[in-house]
């Protein structure tokens, strides 16, 4: 379901340093069905200078996830985020995530993310 696409955000909280101009490289590995898939991805742009995540997905392709980036100011920032798919019209994947810091302020946000169209590396 998420080897090898590409995503961009389409909204995202204030406190969040992730932007249009941010791109996700997902990965994949084993079947979601199982309950055996784990999904990471590396990103860059915006307010982040580079970042990676790991996650467990489960068999509804939600994901569980924990992610960790340096930003433009040099800071290292980490956080965890529960990522719910959904199915564009055209195919394309949606991502409706929540999300909190774990350094930081510790607060916490909302963003949106999709599958840039029909796009895999």
């Not at 309950?35 to 509804?60: I, N, Q």
Request: aromatic share 10%; glycine share 12%.
């Amino acid at each position: 379901m998420y080897h090898d696409l590409i995503f961009t955000s389409v909204a995202n909280s204030a406190n969040g340093e992730v932007d249009a101009t941010t791109r996700f490289h997902y990965r994949q590995e084993g079947d979601l069905a199982s309950g055996s898939a784990v999904v990471w991805a590396t990103y860059a742009g915006g307010g982040v200078t580079f970042g990676t995540l790991v996650a467990k997905a489960a068999p509804d392709g939600s994901l569980d996830m924990r992610y960790s980036h340096v930003n433009r100011d040099g800071k290292l920032m980490t956080g965890e985020c529960h990522s719910t798919p959904e199915i564009l019209p055209d195919g394309r994947i949606r991502l409706h995530e929540r999300w909190q810091w774990t350094s930081g302020d510790g607060s916490s946000g909302e963003s949106i993310v999709e599958q840039v169209k029909h796009f895999r590396v």
